[in-house]
Structures are given as C-alpha cells and as structure tokens.
C-alpha cells in the first residue's frame, strides 16, 4: 500500500442530504481561523469551468475540494448521468463515470497538494461509489467497482481521516425537500438512502478503510448544524491529538 509522507486527507461521506458541504465549509471557517490560507477548488471550478492547475493554488495551505467534481466529466454526472432522466444510462457507465472524474481530480489536484503538506478537505470520494454503485444494478457489484482505475487509485490513496455522517432519513428528506436547488438526482430516493445508510454504517465498510491505515469516525448530523459542526471539530481535535501522540511515539522508537 502506498505511504504519505506529507499532507494530510480528510473525506467527509454520507447520504445525499446528511451534511457533508456543511462540515467541510466548517472546517474551511476552522482553518481560516488558525490564520491558514485557503483554496476552494469547487468555488475555482464553478467561476472558471476547469480544474485549478498547481500554480494556482501555489502558496495556499488547504484545499476545499468535492465528487463529482463541477467541470469536466463531473460536470456530465451532475447534469446529466443521474439525472432522473428517460435517458438510459447503464449503471456500469455512470461506475466508470464517476471513477475517472475521481481518477482526474487525484491526480490533477489532490495528490500534488498531498506531497506538498497541503491539508485537503473532500466532500465524498471512492467511499460514495463503495457504497452506491453495487444499489443501481447487479452489473456493478462491489467487486467491480473496486477495480475501476480512480477507485483503486483512491483506496492506495486513502484519506488519514473518513468521517461518516449519519443522520435520521425522514429529517434528509425534509432537508432535501427545502434546497433552493432540486437536483432531482436518482440518489435522493427514500428507499435508496436507506440502504445507502446501511453500507456506509456496516462493520465491513469500516474495515475496508481501517485495513488500509485510515482513522474512520461517524458522526451524528442530527439535531442543529452548530451541533453537527462542534463534533465534526471535535473529531478533528482527536484525529490531531491521535496523529501528533503517533508521531511523538515514532520519534521516542528511534
């Protein structure tokens, strides 16, 4: 498995509607405060249409970072591929869809950031298509998805730190219902976060991300978003008290 010697990675995943865009614009407003420099690489995509090259985030100390992404072929997958559409796209299409915006965004940005201590906050990553991708069709099962090129380079790559959201469906639903802006994506179906919760929660998606070095905490979105953001800040805290105690630990060894 490949090591980091640099950079930190941070996923937050879930169900559509959990809050994951909350707890990252939470930790860019955390990093802010510490006087940090910080490079929204979704804002960057949305004004400009293209992925940010290094040069223009040279100088930043942490990326804001999201899957699908919102140019490219992200773009295609937002507007188009899980759409619910009478269009009919295969379930294997949209798996390798999402897995080469994965692959693009990795190497494009993430990566590069990473080997320059860059810290990196993400909404979703191979976490979501482990999870959703074997729902949509028994054409694409787990075993497929994991070979998919962006998904295996994501699971070398895997973040220090998954954080989990888990949050009550009927209050999803509700939130969903109230966004100004109604994707009318295939993945906002009652039944299919449901099952989707499931995945994300069961002891074997966790074990497939603890075997490869990552830390993997849940945290509960329900209730106020100040209490959601105070324990994803909690998390965070820990992950850092764990992350300095471990390097502490190497040196003394040495």
Known sequence: ???????????????????????????????????????????????????????????YDVLITAEPTHSLIGRAIRQELTESNERPYSARAIAEAFALDRYILQQRVVLPALARGMCVFQERSASTSIVYQPLLSARTPLSFVKELDGNVLALQHRPDLLCVLRTDVDDVIRRLARRQKKDKSMFERKAFLQKAQRRFLAPWFRQLYQRRGAQVVVIDTGGTVRQSVQRMRAAWQEFQETKRHSRFSAIREE
């Not at 879930?14 to 006087?35: C, E, F, N, P, Y």
């Open 1 to 59: 498995m490949a090591k980091r010697t640099h950079g930190t990675f941070v996923v937050i995943d879930g169900i559509d509607g959990s809050g994951k865009g909350t707890l990252v614009r939470a930790m860019a407003g955390w990093a802010r405060q510490q006087r940090l420099k910080v490079f929204s690489v979704v804002d960057f995509e949305k004004k400009h249409g293209r992925l940010p090259d290094i040069t223009d985030w040279r100088g």
